[in-house]
């Protein structure tokens, strides 16, 4: 409601009606008249600049004066139409009755506005077929409106304003109130932009505007309008202003395409506010500041603002701020900076400080620098998005010194040369996203001359020639994730210095080094490296020195037939508890020793299931370590030069599935509340399994220094069981094995952990590892006691072959018999490792090789096979020559025969007994063995 009535005006602020005449005198006590007992009135203020009154058809008029005076307003209405034509009238020049005017022609859609002076009268004849009609009324000086309604049925009629006066004095008018669309300057009442910024900036009305004092206002009436500059550009604001609107879908001021829209002055550095408005269209040829232009240090802050399809044309000094270009610093918060563009840089925004917030900044351009932004000194971003934007050479969202941004995104941005998301001396990005952008040379993501923090965030899909997620100086990483990003070198980080913690590096590929991170420095913990690819080198890391810890590497791969280095390559480098598995190359498919004296030390790790980048070979470590202890190596003759049962160190381990969960998986424990360490996404690692060898098989003096600090990459303490803590990346609540060492069952059987079987028993031994039941025998198979006068009858499948030195060493020949069961052979040692095998105090019985050789023990090993107090009886090879050789032992080498038996054995072609090609036999019975040439 008004504050001040509108006193001695067409109605009250209470909205009624003074007074119905049947004519006007101007007298001080005027003469009413009944209407029409049908017609009514209602009054309603439609807000600081209106008011509206509406004839109804079905009350009376109220013609009391609410402070006990009358009015000279003077309202008639007649049954009938003057001249029958249905037309409007109203009268012209200062509504000097009898003046008549036509104006039907000008009636849109039952809507007619007439401006009005100090006094006047009108006339409003109106047809019986209309249900609504709205005159509205206008001062010309203060902008306020009189809206009056008719509403009815069948009626015709007229009504006659006459002599109504306006007491300007006596009104409050808000003070710099824009009331009309027009670009205009004119002694017409009305109050235009052009003209509120004129007064502003002389202190003084203009025209139609009071001394706006500092705050240009818009009517409510313009909303849905646009503003259009249309005879030269507005002028220069050299005050301190708000421009405020009726907001940024409400009212717009389009510079035509043809002029700037607000420029600031330098004189006296004004500061200037501009709210709840769209700014589009707007355009400085060879010029800056396409939308705004400010030469003032003073602060900008636009609120709530689109500024929209703005452009600059020029290159180099000018050019600059398709949407601003300010000298002094801005702030943006709630706005749209969209489709701007620059001949050089700052397609949006050009400034020596940008602030923004809450902001989308999108499908800017610029030639030269900063698609979205371009600030000299500083950018902060917060709470944004910054999308689709492009530069032809640098920073394709934002090119400024110092750069932070948090709880943002920034996408699909381009550069033409180094920077598709930022470009930056220094950065500090936390909490935010930056995907699909692109640079043509560095930094796909993220650019950075000197060093940049990134925290809690996420970089996808980025690319760029060196660093498709981050090219920097220095970059430190932490609980973030670098995922799908391309680049020759270094697909997720290219670096002088990395630094990467409690971060996953996922699907990020590398056309030459470093499919994760390459760099000449590399320290990572507590961090995840997978499926990366590189051609050449280092799928997951390449550099010249790394130092990793708690951090798992898995399935990363290098292409090239001559490529190293499936999950690291350096020169020098410190591996502490951590997991490489199932990386592939040529050479390393775990870990590549460059050549050069640089120390490379890998303790309390796990090396195991790394393959050449066929997958068909196993390749853990290529060149030899500097030293290692409390190691899984899984490939002996890969093994760095660790040797089993040195140091601590558990080398031959082939088959990983006895270690730990190939499936990587996000094996997070319970976070605790505010630990600064574990970030919102899941840590994968491949947890260890029951009874594998990594339980508690670490140094703890290892654990408990840095880098591990007896914590794991879950940042969970070490150890978990025991006094000792796992080898790897995972610390498990598992137990260390605790199974009898020596075979203690009859039974056949395979992966119960309740007996150690005999075929356990050879697993155990060939993997180093437990298995089922058994540990692992670390070279020797025994037997229980308990096991004297029983018999291990093969009900399964044949044994597994024996790949790896051993002894099986029973109670004696008497005493514990292993029975092929007249379907298997008993013993197979293969050629392909070539085993030293050692088999005493045991008899062998029924064995049958069919079509084979051997038909109790067949040995195709390089290796010496030594058969010592054994009784081998009626066993069977059959089959045609080159099979059917050795029914009790077939050699394809050396065997030594001693203190044994063998009887009742047959070789359909050769060798009953023994067919070999050097055989030793002492102290020994060869008897009723038989074949068919001896």
Same mark, same amino acid.
């Given at each position: 409601?008004?504050?001040?009535?509108?006193?001695?005006?067409?109605?009250?602020?209470t909205?009624?009606?003074?007074?119905l005449?049947?004519?006007?005198?101007?007298?001080?006590?005027?003469?009413?008249?009944?209407?029409?007992?049908?017609?009514?009135?209602?009054?309603?203020?439609?807000?600081?600049?209106?008011?509206?009154?509406?004839?109804?058809?079905?009350?009376?008029?109220?013609?009391?004066?609410?402070?006990?005076?009358?009015?000279?307003?003077?309202?008639?209405?007649?049954?009938?139409?003057?001249?029958?034509?249905?037309?409007?009238?109203?009268p012209?020049?200062?509504?000097?009755?009898g003046?008549?005017?036509n104006?039907?022609?000008?009636?849109?859609?039952?809507v007619?506005?007439?401006?009005?002076?100090?006094?006047?009268?009108?006339?409003?004849?109106?047809?019986?077929?209309?249900?609504?009609?709205?005159?509205?009324?206008?001062?010309?000086?203060?902008?306020?409106?009189v809206?009056?309604?008719?509403?009815?049925?069948?009626?015709?009629?007229?009504?006659?304003l006459?002599?109504?006066?306006?007491?300007?004095?006596?009104?409050?008018?808000?003070?710099?109130?824009?009331?009309?669309?027009?670009?205009?300057?004119?002694?017409?009442g009305?109050?235009?932009?052009?003209?509120?910024i004129?007064?502003?900036?002389n202190?003084?009305p203009?025209?139609?505007?009071?001394?706006?004092?500092?705050?240009?206002?818009?009517?409510?009436?313009?909303?849905?309008?646009?503003?259009?500059?249309?005879?030269?550009?507005?002028?220069?604001?050299?005050?301190?202003?708000?421009?405020?609107?009726?907001?940024?879908?409400?009212?717009?001021?389009?510079?035509?395409?043809?002029?700037?829209?607000?420029?600031?002055?330098?004189?006296?550095?004004?500061?200037?506010?501009?709210?709840?408005?769209?700014?589009?269209d707007?355009?400085?040829?060879?010029?800056?500041?396409?939308?705004?232009?400010?030469?003032?240090?003073?602060?900008?802050?636009?609120?709530?603002v689109?500024?929209?399809?703005?452009?600059?044309?020029g290159f180099?000094?000018?050019?600059?701020g398709?949407?601003?270009?300010?000298?002094?610093?801005?702030?943006?918060?709630?706005?749209?900076?969209?489709?701007?563009?620059?001949?050089?840089?700052?397609?949006?925004?050009?400034?020596?400080?940008?602030?923004?917030?809450?902001?989308?900044?999108?499908?800017?351009?610029?030639?030269? &620098?900063? #698609?979205?932004?371009?600030?000299?000194?500083?950018? /902060?971003? +917060? =709470? !944004? @998005? *910054?999308?689709? %934007?492009? $530069?032809?050479s640098?920073?394709?969202?934002i090119?400024?010194?110092?750069?932070?941004?948090?709880?943002?995104?920034?996408?699909?941005?381009?550069?033409? &040369?180094? #920077?598709?998301?930022?470009?930056?001396?220094?950065? /500090?990005? +936390? =909490? !935010? @996203? *930056?995907?699909? %952008?692109? $640079?043509?040379?560095?930094?796909g993501?993220?650019?950075?001359?000197?060093?940049?923090?990134v925290?809690?965030?996420?970089?996808?899909?980025?690319?760029?020639?060196? #660093?498709?997620?981050?090219?920097?100086?220095?970059?430190q990483? +932490?609980? !973030?994730? *670098?995922?799908? %990003?391309? $680049?020759?070198?270094?697909?997720?980080?290219?670096?002088?210095?990395?630094?990467?913690?409690?971060?996953?590096?996922?699907?990020?590929?590398?056309?030459?080094?470093? #499919?994760?991170?390459?760099?000449?420095?590399?320290?990572?913990?507590?961090?995840?490296?997978?499926?990366?690819?590189a051609?050449?080198?280092?799928?997951?890391?390449?550099?010249?020195?790394?130092?990793?810890?708690?951090?798992?590497?898995s399935?990363?791969?290098?292409?090239?037939?001559?490529?190293?280095?499936?999950?690291?390559?350096?020169?020098?480098?410190?591996?502490?508890?951590?997991?490489?598995?199932?990386?592939?190359?040529?050479?390393?498919?775990?870990?590549?020793?460059?050549?050069?004296?640089?120390?490379?030390?890998?303790?309390?790790?796990?090396?195991?299931?790394?393959?050449?980048?066929?997958?068909?070979?196993?390749?853990?470590?290529?060149?030899t370590?500097?030293?290692?202890?409390?190691?899984?190596?899984?490939?002996?003759?890969?093994?760095?030069?660790?040797?089993?049962?040195?140091?601590?160190?558990?080398?031959?381990?082939?088959?990983?599935?006895?270690?730990?969960?190939?499936?990587?998986?996000?094996?997070?424990?319970?976070?605790?509340?505010?630990?600064?360490?574990?970030?919102?996404?899941?840590?994968?690692?491949?947890?260890?399994?029951?009874?594998?060898p990594?339980?508690?098989?670490?140094?703890?003096?290892i654990?408990?220094a840095?880098?591990?600090?007896?914590?794991?990459?879950?940042?969970?303490?070490?150890?978990?069981t025991?006094?000792?803590?796992?080898?790897?990346?995972?610390?498990?609540?598992?137990?260390?094995?605790?199974?009898?060492?020596i075979?203690?069952?009859?039974?056949?059987?395979?992966?119960?952990?309740?007996?150690?079987?005999?075929?356990?028993?050879?697993?155990?031994?060939?993997?180093?590892?437990?298995?089922?039941?058994?540990?692992?025998?670390?070279?020797?198979?025994?037997?229980?006691?308990?096991?004297?006068?029983?018999?291990?009858t093969?009900?399964?499948?044949?044994?597994?072959?024996?790949?790896?030195?051993?002894?099986?060493?029973?109670?004696?020949?008497?005493?514990?018999?292993?029975?092929?069961?007249?379907?298997?052979?008993?013993?197979?040692?293969?050629?392909?490792?070539?085993?030293?095998?050692?088999?005493?105090?045991?008899?062998?019985?029924?064995g049958?090789?069919?079509d084979?050789?051997?038909?109790?023990?067949?040995s195709?090993?390089?290796?010496?096979?030594?058969?010592?107090?054994?009784?081998?009886?009626?066993?069977?090879?059959?089959?045609?020559?080159?099979?059917?050789?050795?029914?009790?032992?077939?050699?394809?080498?050396?065997?030594?025969?001693?203190?044994?038996?063998?009887?009742?054995?047959?070789?359909?072609?050769?060798?009953?007994?023994?067919?070999?090609?050097?055989?030793?036999?002492?102290?020994?019975?060869?008897?009723?063995?038989?074949?068919?040439?001896?």
């Amino acid at each position: 409601m008004h504050t001040t009535p509108y006193r001695r005006s067409l109605f009250w602020a209470t909205g009624v009606v003074l007074a119905l005449l049947s004519s006007c005198t101007g007298s001080t006590s005027p003469t009413t008249t009944a209407l029409d007992p049908d017609l009514t009135h209602s009054v309603a203020e439609l807000g600081d600049d209106e008011a509206s009154i509406t004839l109804n058809l079905a009350e009376a008029l109220n013609t009391t004066d609410p402070v006990g005076r009358m009015a000279a307003a003077v309202i008639v209405v007649t049954p009938a139409d003057l001249d029958g034509n249905n037309d409007f009238f109203v009268p012209v020049g200062q509504f000097a009755p009898g003046t008549i005017f036509n104006i039907s022609d000008l009636l849109v859609a039952g809507v007619l506005e007439a401006d009005y002076l100090a006094q006047g009268s009108l006339i409003i004849s109106f047809s019986p077929n209309q249900n609504q009609t709205i005159i509205t009324l206008r001062n010309r000086t203060t902008g306020f409106r009189v809206r009056i309604r008719i509403r009815g049925g069948d009626f015709r009629g007229q009504i006659s304003l006459a002599n109504f006066v306006f007491d300007e004095p006596t009104v409050v008018i808000p003070t710099g109130i824009v009331n009309t669309a027009m670009d205009v300057v004119a002694d017409d009442g009305m109050c235009s932009l052009r003209e509120a910024i004129a007064a502003n900036n002389n202190n003084q009305p203009e025209n139609g505007c009071n001394n706006p004092a500092g705050t240009i206002t818009f009517v409510n009436s313009l909303v849905g309008e646009t503003i259009l500059i249309s005879t030269t550009a507005l002028p220069t604001i050299s005050a301190d202003v708000k421009i405020q609107g009726l907001g940024a879908d409400q009212l717009t001021i389009s510079g035509n395409d043809q002029f700037r829209i607000f420029e600031i002055a330098a004189n006296n550095n004004p500061v200037v506010t501009i709210e709840k408005l769209t700014l589009t269209d707007g355009r400085a040829t060879y010029a800056n500041g396409g939308a705004i232009l400010s030469a003032s240090k003073g602060l900008l802050t636009i609120d709530s603002v689109k500024i929209l399809d703005s452009t600059v044309t020029g290159f180099s000094e000018i050019g600059r701020g398709g949407g601003i270009r300010t000298d002094g610093d801005v702030m943006v918060s709630n706005s749209t900076i969209s489709g701007n563009s620059a001949g050089s840089n700052g397609g949006g925004i050009y400034a020596p400080t940008v602030t923004l917030s809450d902001s989308t900044v999108s499908s800017n351009n610029a030639g030269l &620098n900063g #698609g979205g932004i371009r600030a000299t000194t500083a950018t /902060t971003v +917060s =709470d !944004s @998005t *910054l999308n689709g %934007n492009s $530069a032809g050479s640098n920073g394709g969202s934002i090119y400024a010194s110092i750069t932070i941004v948090t709880d943002s995104s920034l996408t699909d941005g381009f550069a033409g &040369n180094v #920077g598709g998301g930022i470009l930056a001396t220094t950065a /500090t990005v +936390s =909490d !935010s @996203t *930056l995907s699909g %952008n692109t $640079a043509v040379k560095r930094g796909g993501g993220i650019s950075i001359a000197n060093s940049v923090s990134v925290s809690n965030s996420t970089l996808e899909g980025n690319s760029a020639g060196y #660093g498709g997620g981050i090219n920097a100086e220095t970059a430190q990483v +932490s609980n !973030s994730i *670098l995922q799908s %990003n391309r $680049a020759n070198f270094g697909g997720g980080i290219s670096a002088t210095t990395a630094t990467v913690s409690f971060t996953t590096l996922a699907g990020n590929t590398a056309g030459s080094y470093g #499919g994760g991170i390459n760099a000449d420095s590399v320290t990572t913990g507590g961090s995840t490296f997978t499926n990366n690819q590189a051609q050449f080198y280092g799928g997951g890391i390449n550099a010249n020195s790394v130092i990793v810890s708690n951090s798992t590497l898995s399935g990363n791969s290098v292409t090239s037939s001559s490529g190293s280095g499936g999950g690291i390559r350096a020169k020098g480098a410190s591996i502490t508890n951590s997991t490489l598995i199932l990386n592939r190359a040529s050479n390393g498919g775990g870990i590549q020793r460059r050549s050069g004296s640089n120390p490379f030390v890998v303790n309390n790790t796990i090396v195991a299931g790394n393959t050449n980048n066929a997958g068909t070979i196993l390749k853990d470590i290529n060149n030899t370590l500097t030293s290692g202890s409390n190691n899984l190596i899984g490939d002996k003759a890969t093994s760095g030069g660790l040797t089993d049962g040195a140091n601590g160190n558990i080398v031959g381990v082939a088959d990983i599935n006895l270690v730990l969960n190939t499936i990587l998986a996000a094996n997070s424990p319970t976070i605790q509340a505010g630990d600064p360490n574990v970030g919102t996404e899941p840590v994968l690692t491949h947890a260890l399994v029951p009874n594998s060898p990594a339980l508690e098989a670490g140094d703890p003096a290892i654990c408990a220094a840095a880098p591990v600090n007896n914590q794991d990459q879950r940042d969970q303490p070490r150890p978990q069981t025991g006094t000792n803590c796992d080898i790897g990346s995972f610390e498990s609540d598992l137990a260390a094995p605790s199974l009898m060492g020596i075979v203690n069952t009859l039974l056949d059987e395979s992966g119960s952990e309740a007996d150690c079987s005999l075929r356990e028993a050879i697993i155990a031994n060939n993997n180093s590892a437990p298995f089922g039941g058994c540990v692992d025998p670390k070279g020797t198979i025994t037997f229980a006691t308990a096991l004297s006068g029983g018999t291990i009858t093969i009900t399964n499948t044949a044994l597994p072959a024996i790949t790896e030195d051993v002894v099986i060493d029973g109670p004696g020949a008497n005493d514990l018999t292993v029975s092929g069961n007249k379907q298997f052979r008993v013993f197979e040692i293969p050629q392909a490792t070539s085993p030293v095998v050692t088999i005493q105090e045991l008899t062998l019985t029924e064995g049958l090789a069919t079509d084979l050789s051997g038909g109790a023990v067949f040995s195709d090993s390089t290796g010496l096979l030594t058969m010592n107090s054994v009784t081998i009886s009626n066993s069977t090879a059959t089959g045609n020559f080159p099979n059917g050789l050795g029914g009790g032992i077939f050699a394809s080498y050396t065997v030594a025969v001693s203190n044994s038996t063998l009887s009742g054995n047959s070789g359909e072609v050769d060798g009953g007994g023994i067919a070999t090609t050097s055989a030793t036999v002492s102290n020994s019975t060869l008897n009723s063995n038989s074949a068919s040439r001896g």
